[in-house]
């Protein structure tokens, strides 16, 4: 992925959503380097640690989604950059509820998309993690 230049050192931006998670494994929500942002693997866990929608994918994808969003606008994107998305679910037949999910915030947008299933997220709480690459300024 191209990373537009014109030729000067590009600086680097991190980015945080005051997660503990953050600070224990020493990662940032968002780093931004020129135009590219990617925005780390996030769940349904807010800074308090409380998860939302237990036991509901979809209501946890919605809540992943709203935190990206929050986060792409801190770093002054929006979800109209981006370009790829990334979906990890402890039970493929969620696929069909974190897809709805995705639809509503990417319909029109139509990023590239994975959704994958993983054996077991940090949580057994956590069914659904995302993460996202966005691109800003760019001629669309």
Known sequence: ????????????????????????????????????????????????????????????????????????????????DVVRTRMFVTDIGYWESVGKAHSEFFDEIRPAASMLEVQKLISPELLVEIEVTAIVNYER
């Open 1 to 80: 992925m191209a990373i537009i230049n014109s030729g000067k050192k590009l600086k680097r931006e991190n980015y945080s959503s005051a997660s503990k998670w953050e600070d224990l494994v020493g990662y940032s929500r968002a780093v931004k380097v020129g135009n590219l942002i990617e925005v780390a693997g996030t769940t349904a866990t807010d800074e308090h640690g409380k998860v939302h929608g237990l036991s509901d994918p979809y209501l946890q994808a919605r809540y992943i989604f709203k935190r990206i969003e929050s986060i792409l606008e801190l770093a002054g994107a929006r979800l109209e």
